[in-house]
């Protein structure tokens, strides 16, 4: 019986990139597998047939051959794409691009021999707090973490000093180990003996046990930049702990928390700040002095008849906006304190104030008494009352 078009085989257009073809033949292959169905002879034909279209088409010379002359581009033992260890080897990809979360091979693992035994240190986190003055001006921090680092008696490689690791013998360095499942091909796994690493060590440092780290406190400086914001994070490359055999260092995280300040609020690059202010002064009007973020003061006029509530704009007396050269604004709002525990004598002088007191002085206390005597006339003018 005459072959099928190998790309009718897979289901794919001529125009297909390797993309497309490797992601059809691992769907098909799986649909197909003899284990997923077993004792299904239709289903072991359709298998070894995907298999055999992909090996073909997956080889850029292969296809280019293929394209050009067909299946008698193949034949007469010209290289024919038959069931090889070639496909072994392509399964055993498949089910490392399916499986590899579980089996441990994603993430650092060590892929058939390469990188043998190396693994990436852990990230670190460390959190900071400042002051907003501190975030106002920046600074260079002097920290102290504590973290793993290479040993220094074996300089990181885990075996005692003279001596070096060795290749795995059960895996012979390469890390995996492949097993045969029964049918036409095997899977790797992580070798049990050095545990994916691909190294034995037979003779291991004294001073790290053969871990070929250590922990100890290492004393960083950070630099903060001014305008930092509450919730930042720093990143430091390579500072956090050390690779496990030589591996690349992990990063450490700086997180940033700004403490509350006694007097003024944040809102981005603008500080907030409420300023007592006594009721005659508010009335007649002055001014009072406010400090500053940045260490100084400023005097704010206040206009007679001020009100709580009102704020003022102190132009530019905010916060620097990070990388950039802007400056936020300061903004003051005022309350009008009551006064308490009146003398006699203070009293009396309130008392001749509010009697010679007039709508103008109240307006806004006078239309609102004046508004709420109209809606109660109102509502009770269609009423009648018994005797």
Request: charged share 25%; hydrophobic share 30%; net charge neutral.
């Amino acid at each position: 019986m005459a072959k099928r078009d190998y790309y009718e085989v897979l289901g794919v257009p001529r125009s297909c990139d390797a993309v497309v073809l490797k992601t059809t033949f691992r769907k098909l292959a799986m649909q197909f597998h003899p284990d997923k169905n077993p004792g299904d002879a239709t289903a072991e034909i359709r298998f070894k047939e995907v298999n055999e279209a992909y090996e073909c088409l997956k080889d850029p010379q292969r296809r280019a051959a293929y394209d050009r002359f067909g299946h008698a581009a193949f034949e007469n033992g010209h290289g024919g794409p038959g069931f090889t260890h070639d496909f072994a080897s392509s399964m055993s990809e498949i089910f490392d691009d399916i499986f590899g979360d579980f089996m441990g091979r994603r993430g650092g693992g060590n892929s058939r021999g390469g990188g043998a035994g190396r693994e990436r240190g852990a990230d670190l986190r460390y959190n900071m707090e400042l002051t907003l003055e501190e975030a106002y001006s920046g600074k260079t921090a002097q920290i102290s973490v504590p973290t793993k680092i290479a040993c220094e008696k074996c300089h990181g490689t885990g075996a005692k000093p003279g001596s070096s690791p060795k290749a795995c013998p059960t895996c012979d360095g390469h890390g995996r180990v492949r097993a045969s499942t029964g049918g036409f091909f095997s899977i790797e796994r992580t070798c049990p003996t050095c545990q994916g690493r691909g190294e034995v060590i037979s003779d291991p440092c004294d001073a790290c046990g053969g871990a070929g780290r250590q922990t100890q406190e290492r004393a960083l400086s950070v630099n903060i930049p001014a305008g930092i914001e509450d919730g930042t994070r720093i990143r430091l490359a390579g500072e956090g702990e050390a690779g496990l055999r030589g591996g690349p260092a992990g990063d450490l995280y700086i997180f940033l928390s700004l403490k509350p300040h006694a007097f003024m609020q944040r809102d981005g690059a603008d500080l907030f700040c409420r300023v007592p202010v006594s009721m005659t002064t508010a009335a007649l009007g002055g001014q009072f002095e406010v400090p500053t973020i940045d260490g100084g003061r400023t005097k704010v006029k206040i206009a007679e008849g001020t009100q709580t509530g009102e704020q003022f704009r102190l132009k530019g007396k905010g916060m620097p906006v990070l990388r950039s050269s802007k400056v936020g604004d300061m903004y003051i709002q005022v309350t009008v304190e009551t006064p308490r525990k009146l003398t006699r004598r203070q009293r009396e002088l309130m008392q001749e104030f509010e009697a010679a007191s007039s709508e103008e002085n109240h307006p806004e206390s006078t239309g609102f008494f004046s508004r709420v005597r109209d809606l109660f006339e109102g509502l009770g003018g269609g009423s009648k009352t018994g005797t």
